[in-house]
């Protein structure tokens, strides 16, 4: 494959010759490479006609005839690589897409940060504790979060690790679907905890009840259960950081005359990696997936048609989804250039909105949080800013989980910094409960408070 944009040959080391930022530092480069090559050799964790089963379906968003819901975990570890987190999450997922279906009468794609969220970039290489420097915590597929000096090494190893993980969640999620656990007509299937004691469990209970009255009618009709209702398809996304483990999974299928990245069905790069020049968008070019790309106030018009010229030179319908994270106080400052900025490259472009990134803040006891009103202003500021400017906001990425954490201030509970240290788990960055998420879908879905966000 030639690259438009440079006129030089790509292929899925083409990116050694940039500068990668976000990358650890291995000690031991034969082990590395050693590891790398034995990736190689494994069977893909993804297919590709599952790829473009969702760039197809992103198409149709890019159109306004579908929603992109994207959530799961800032970073998932290994230790929660069990049965009860993953069906844990594919509930949530499923329960908000059902309240989404509900309220935006057109169907939903679910799209999970799991099954490669491993990886996470870092403000700086090193970090220290009480006069001792180590290597920072770059998630599990580099090394551990415990402060030791063996546990804090990059250890190649940890990729395999991450791979195999990512497989078992993979795996089992589908074993989920295709057993009929996402089937539209039994949403009981898919109850968590807060169903029982929620103030919102009235209102979903009503939209279940609605749901299931609607496909009974139209079977009893039609004279036959509708396939379609018995499944619903999640697919994978995760970060594409560590580009060593994104290129061991990288194969060009000769039927296609294309390259894929097999490893998720959806990578993003982030702000931090969107450098025009930088490794990360020269390995982005040239893989056939549908990809995401993170925008923030840092984000120039020129940086932007660049990276759209470059990263889908043909203008090819549901491959660039932009991920726009401004913040509540900067949002409707910064959102109306960029999509002017698109429209002038005649591009079709998925716009989602990532209310949690811009959002967040310490509390004066040193704990990163973020306060749910922020969240919401953020998206219903992006509804308003898209619809004024004759563009449709398609899609919410948040993190979440289906945990009864307390980590994100706010919501229906109105949780209080002093109430984060009673659950709070994440390593990383802080998550929506799983009542605060329903909350967040149930507002944009219009059931709460009024009139919905995306009309306000």
């Given at each position: 494959m030639t690259g438009k944009d440079s006129g030089t040959e790509w292929h899925p080391a083409s990116w050694c010759s940039r500068t990668a930022a976000q990358q650890p530092s291995y000690p031991d480069q034969a082990e590395l490479e050693s590891t790398v090559a034995a990736l190689s050799r494994l069977p893909p964790i993804v297919t590709s006609w599952e790829v473009d089963a969702l760039k197809g379906q992103i198409a149709k968003a890019q159109r306004g005839e579908a929603f992109v819901l994207q959530g799961g975990d800032c970073a998932e570890t290994f230790a929660e690589c069990t049965s009860e987190n993953i069906v844990a999450k594919l509930k949530i997922l499923l329960q908000m897409s059902l309240v989404l279906l509900y309220g935006l009468k057109k169907p939903v794609i679910r799209v999970g940060r799991m099954a490669g969220q491993y990886a996470k970039p870092r403000s700086a290489d090193t970090e220290t504790r009480d006069g001792k420097t180590l290597p920072s915590f770059r998630g599990d597929l580099v090394n551990r979060s415990t402060f030791t000096d063996e546990d804090r090494i990059p250890n190649p190893q940890m990729i395999l690790r991450a791979y195999e993980r990512a497989a078992l969640t993979l795996n089992f999620v589908r074993s989920l679907v295709d057993g009929g656990f996402a089937d539209l007509r039994h949403p009981e299937y898919?109850?968590?905890?807060?169903?029982?004691?929620?103030?919102?469990?009235?209102?979903?209970?009503?939209?279940?009840?609605?749901?299931?009255?609607?496909?009974?009618?139209?079977?009893?009709?039609?004279?036959?259960?509708?396939?379609?209702?018995?499944?619903?398809?999640?697919?994978?996304?995760?970060?594409?950081?560590?580009?060593?483990?994104?290129?061991?999974?990288?194969?060009?299928?000769?039927?296609?005359?294309?390259?894929?990245?097999?490893t998720t069905h959806f990578p993003w790069i982030g702000m931090r990696t969107a450098d025009m020049d930088g490794a990360h968008v020269e390995y982005f070019r040239g893989i056939a997936n549908p990809m995401g790309v993170k925008i923030g106030p840092g984000m120039t018009r020129a940086w932007l048609q660049d990276l759209i010229r470059t990263l889908n030179p043909d203008k090819e319908p549901g491959r660039l989804t932009l991920i726009h994270r401004f913040g509540a106080k900067s949002i409707e400052q910064h959102l109306p250039d960029m999509i002017a900025a698109v429209k002038e490259t005649g591009s079709p472009v998925l716009w989602v909105c990532d209310p949690m990134h811009g959002n967040t803040e310490t509390t004066a006891d040193g704990v990163k949080t973020r306060r749910f009103e922020n969240i919401v202003a953020e998206l219903e500021s992006a509804f308003r800013v898209h619809a004024a400017h004759g563009s449709y906001l398609g899609g919410v990425h948040l993190e979440l989980?289906?945990?009864?954490?307390?980590?994100?201030?706010?919501?229906?509970?109105?949780?209080?910094?002093?109430?984060?240290?009673?659950?709070?788990?994440?390593?990383v960055d802080p998550r929506l409960n799983y009542e605060q998420a329903m909350e967040v879908a149930m507002r944009i879905a219009g059931l709460q408070c009024g009139q919905p966000l995306r009309h306000r």
């Open positions: 898919w109850d968590l905890d807060w169903v029982a004691h929620s103030s919102l469990a009235k209102d979903y209970r009503e939209i279940v009840s609605s749901i299931s009255g609607s496909l009974d009618f139209m079977e009893t009709i039609l004279g036959r259960e509708l396939h379609h209702a018995q499944r619903a398809d999640i697919y994978a996304a995760h970060e594409g950081l560590h580009l060593l483990y994104e290129q061991a999974q990288t194969r060009y299928l000769e039927r296609r005359g294309r390259w894929y990245n097999l989980t289906g945990e009864n954490v307390t980590e994100c201030t706010g919501g229906a509970r109105g949780l209080t910094d002093n109430d984060l240290a009673r659950a709070y788990k994440s390593t």
